[in-house]
Structures are given as structure tokens and as C-alpha cells.
């Protein structure tokens, strides 16, 4: 398993090569802490260094809203994704 930092794994997650992720508790001092682990499309398994939980939860649910979002665009039409706006860009040449 890789250490990667958390915006890294946001990156390949809005890029579309997270296919899942959790968060996992750590440390049991006095301040609470957690890692993002993910597992990518190719298999590999990364994740974060034990990090403030509130910082790291952050990057979880930014994770888990791309994977949602790829998820809805992959489902959709390709059609309904290309179609042309109707705008009548003819007025801004005036």
C-alpha cells in the first residue's frame, strides 16, 4: 500500500481512476484522527497518513461526490451530454 497526499487522491478520484473509498480511524490519543484509503481502478491501494479527522473527512466526502458524479455521467445518454445549447450567439457580434 502507497502513502499519498489527500488532494492527490482527489485528483484521481475527479479524474475518474478512484473506484472506492473509505475512511478509517485512527490514533487513539485525545485528538481523533483518520486516513482516507481508496482503491483504484487498476487495483492498487493507496492512502492518506493519519491526519485530523475533520481535515481528512473533508477530502472523504469530496472523494465519495466525485465517484457519485462519475457514476451519474457515465449512466447518462451521450446524446443528452452533447447537445448544443440553443443560445443565439448571432446577438454578440453587434
Given at each position: 500500500?502507497?502513502?499519498s497526499h489527500?488532494?492527490?487522491?482527489?485528483?484521481?478520484?475527479?479524474?475518474g481512476?478512484v473506484?472506492?473509498?473509505?475512511?478509517?480511524?485512527c490514533?487513539n490519543?485525545?485528538?481523533?484522527?483518520?486516513?482516507?484509503r481508496?482503491k483504484l481502478?487498476d487495483?492498487?491501494?493507496l492512502?492518506?497518513?493519519?491526519?485530523p479527522?475533520?481535515?481528512i473527512a473533508?477530502?472523504?466526502?469530496v472523494?465519495?461526490k466525485?465517484?457519485?458524479l462519475?457514476?451519474a455521467i457515465s449512466s447518462?445518454?451521450?446524446g443528452e451530454?452533447?447537445?448544443?445549447?440553443?443560445f443565439?450567439?448571432?446577438q454578440d457580434?453587434a
Amino acid at each position: 500500500m502507497s502513502y499519498s497526499h489527500p488532494l492527490d487522491i482527489e485528483g484521481l478520484a475527479l479524474n475518474g481512476f478512484v473506484r472506492e473509498a473509505e475512511l478509517v480511524n485512527c490514533g487513539n490519543g485525545s485528538a481523533k484522527k483518520a486516513k482516507l484509503r481508496v482503491k483504484l481502478i487498476d487495483g492498487r491501494l493507496l492512502e492518506t497518513e493519519c491526519l485530523p479527522y475533520e481535515r481528512i473527512a473533508r477530502s472523504y466526502l469530496v472523494v465519495v461526490k466525485y465517484l457519485e458524479l462519475g457514476r451519474a455521467i457515465s449512466s447518462r445518454d451521450i446524446g443528452e451530454l452533447t447537445k448544443i445549447s440553443e443560445f443565439d450567439y448571432s446577438q454578440d457580434e453587434a
